[in-house]
């Protein structure tokens, strides 16, 4: 945004409206809390629950056209527009937290960052990595923000 633009003005300039977009810049230097993201019904909603890091790595940045995704069936990125908001865990160190992404083809948008409950710590974070969310982990979030 260049100094003296207000912030709508920046927003009617923009061809396809992102739904994350408003919100992402008016928190530019902080991410959701799990708390807050329970409240942001539209970003829950838009959640990949089944979307991996390396699934979005081949997908976004090989420019997928990846058959055997979801099913089998092909999916194919078409442009920037095109985007998957889905979780990974990183274990890198401690403590070890949880972010939600939001990556097309130019960009990894952090959304949200909480800490992996220490019930998950061992079953998930044994080695060091950044992982999908599986089994009593995913189910687990997913009772929290309240998806069937």
């Not at 809390?33 to 890091?53: A, F, S």
């Not at 992404?101 to 990894?108: D, F, L, V």
């Not at 992996?116 to 982990?137: D, H, I, N, S």
């Amino acid at each position: 945004m260049r100094t003296g633009e207000s912030y709508n003005n920046v927003l009617k300039n923009i061809k396809k409206p992102d739904p994350y977009l408003k919100k992402y810049h008016e928190r530019i230097y902080s991410m959701f809390t799990l708390e807050e993201l329970k409240k942001e019904r539209e970003i829950v909603n838009n959640i990949d629950w089944d979307m991996t890091p390396e699934m979005a790595v081949r997908l976004y940045l090989e420019w997928g056209n990846i058959s055997g995704l979801y099913g089998g069936k092909k999916v194919t990125i078409q442009s920037k527009n095109d985007y998957s908001t889905y979780f990974v865990v990183n274990c890198w160190e401690r403590p070890y937290y949880i972010y939600l992404i939001k990556r097309n083809s130019q960009e990894a948008i952090d959304l949200a960052r909480f800490e992996l409950p220490k019930q998950f710590e061992r079953p998930v974070c044994e080695l060091k990595g950044v992982y999908a969310l599986e089994g009593e982990l995913k189910e687990w979030l997913k009772k929290e923000l309240k998806v069937s």
